[in-house]
C-alpha cells in the first residue's frame, strides 16, 4: 500500500493552534471564537444563512401565488428531500476523499448561482412551479455534498478541545438567522418583492467563500485509497453499524427526525383550527420556538461537561416528547407560547448534543461518511415525518 501523503496547505502558515492560551475554566461561551478560521467560517455562515431563509421564505410565497395549492408546496420540499436522500452517502465518501474546504467553495458557488436563477426567473416574471421543483431538486443536490462537508471542516478549524463550543456557536448562528431572515423576508416581499430576496441571497454567499478562501488550515493527511468509491461507502456503513454509540445517536436522530419534528409542518392548521388564531400568533409561535433553540444553543455553548451530554440527552428524550403531547392538545394561546419556547428549547439541545457526541466519537478517516449517514436522517426523512 502507498504511503500516506500529506496536503500542503495553499500557504504557508504561523501554528495557529500551538500559539492559543490554554482551555481555562471561566467563562467559555465563545471560546471556539479564538480560531481565526471559525472566525472567518461563524461570520460567512450567518450572513448567508439569513439569505437563505429569506430565500425559503420568497420561494413559499412564489409557490403559492402561482399555484394557490399546498401541495405544490409539499413538492417542492419533497424535491429538496429525495437528493439528500440518495446522494448524502456517496456525498460523505467524496468529503473523505478530496478538501473539505474546496468542496464547499464549490457547493457554495452551486448554491449561489441556483439562487441568481430564481432571481432571473422572477424578474422575468416567467417563474413556473416546475422551475422551483427543478431549482429545489439541484439545490438538495448540492446540499447532499455541502452538509457532510461543513461538519466535517468544524474539527479542523478549531481542534477536538473547542469542538463541542464550535457546534453550539453553529447553532446559535443558524437558529439566529432562522429569526432574522424571516424577518427580513418579510419587509422585502411587501417592500420590492421575491426576486430582490433571491438576488441578496445570491449575494450571500460571497461571505462564506470569501471566508472559505481566505482560511489557513493545518496540513491534513490525505491518503491515496486503493479502494473505489463504493467499497470506502460499504466501509463506512460497516464503520458506524459496528460502533454502537455511533449507530444509536445516527438511529436516535432518524425517530426524532420523523416523528418529533413533523409537528412543524401542520403548525399553521394547528393555529387556525385549534388555537382559532390567525398569521400573527402563527408567527409569535413560531419566534417562540426560534427563541428557544437560542436559548438552547447558548446553554450548550456555555459548557456542559463530557459526563453529562449522554444524560441531558436521555432526559431531553424523555421531556421532549411530553412537551409535544401537551402542546397538541392545548387550546390556551398563551400556554402554547410557552411551550412553543420548550420545543425550541428541546429541539436544539437534542440535535446538537447529537452532532457533539458523534463528532468527537468518530475517527477523522470516516467522518464524511458518518456525517453523511447523519445528514440522511435529519434532512433526508423529515419530509416523510411531515407527510
Not at 56 to 68: E, K, L, M, P, R
Not at 187 to 204: E, K, Y
Request: glycine share 8%; net charge positive.
Amino acid at each position: 500500500m502507498r504511503r500516506p501523503m500529506v496536503e500542503q496547505p495553499d500557504e504557508p502558515m504561523e501554528p495557529i493552534l500551538s500559539s492559543l492560551p490554554p482551555n481555562t475554566e471561566g467563562n467559555t461561551t465563545f471560546i471556539a471564537m479564538r480560531h481565526r478560521n471559525f472566525q472567518l467560517y461563524f461570520g460567512g455562515q450567518l450572513i448567508s444563512n439569513i439569505g437563505t431563509w429569506m430565500q425559503i421564505i420568497a420561494q413559499g410565497w412564489v409557490v403559492y401565488q402561482i399555484s394557490h395549492s399546498e401541495l405544490a408546496l409539499g413538492l417542492v420540499a419533497f424535491a429538496s428531500a429525495i437528493p439528500t436522500l440518495v446522494i448524502s452517502p456517496w456525498g460523505g465518501v467524496i468529503v473523505d476523499r478530496m478538501s473539505r474546504r474546496n468542496l464547499l467553495i464549490m457547493t457554495q458557488s452551486g448554491a449561489m448561482l441556483l439562487a441568481f436563477a430564481l432571481a432571473a426567473l422572477t424578474f422575468a416574471n416567467v417563474m413556473q412551479e416546475w422551475h422551483v421543483i427543478v431549482l429545489s431538486a439541484l439545490l438538495g443536490v448540492v446540499n447532499a455534498f455541502d452538509a457532510p462537508a461543513r461538519q466535517a471542516l468544524v474539527p479542523e478549524m478549531v481542534g477536538k478541545r473547542d469542538l463541542p463550543n464550535a457546534i453550539a456557536l453553529n447553532s446559535i448562528m443558524f437558529n439566529s438567522a432562522r429569526i432574522i431572515g424571516p424577518a427580513l423576508a418579510g419587509l422585502m416581499l411587501a417592500l420590492v418583492g421575491a426576486a430582490w430576496c433571491f438576488t441578496i441571497n445570491g449575494i450571500s454567499f460571497f461571505a462564506v467563500i470569501i471566508g472559505l478562501w481566505l482560511m489557513k488550515l493545518p496540513p491534513r493527511q490525505r491518503i491515496n485509497h486503493t479502494t473505489s468509491s463504493w467499497q470506502q461507502l460499504v466501509l463506512g456503513i460497516q464503520y458506524a453499524a459496528g460502533n454502537r454509540e455511533i449507530s444509536a445517536l445516527i438511529l436516535l436522530s432518524l425517530v426524532f427526525s420523523i416523528f418529533g419534528i413533523s409537528y412543524f409542518t401542520i403548525l399553521p392548521a394547528f393555529v387556525e383550527k385549534t388555537l382559532h388564531q390567525g398569521a400573527l400568533v402563527y408567527g409569535w409561535i413560531n419566534a417562540a420556538s426560534g427563541l428557544g433553540a437560542v436559548t438552547g444553543a447558548f446553554l450548550l455553548a456555555h459548557r456542559v461537561s463530557n459526563g453529562r451530554r449522554g444524560q441531558l440527552l436521555v432526559w431531553t428524550n424523555i421531556v421532549f416528547p411530553l412537551l409535544l403531547i401537551y402542546f397538541s392538545f392545548t387550546s390556551l394561546y398563551p400556554l402554547s407560547l410557552v411551550l412553543a419556547f420548550g420545543l425550541g428549547l428541546g429541539f436544539m439541545i437534542q440535535f446538537t448534543t447529537i452532532n457533539t457526541l458523534l463528532q468527537t466519537r468518530v475517527e477523522d478517516e470516516f467522518r464524511g461518511r458518518v456525517m453523511g449517514l447523519y445528514t440522511i436522517t435529519f434532512f433526508g426523512f423529515a419530509p416523510f415525518g411531515a407527510g
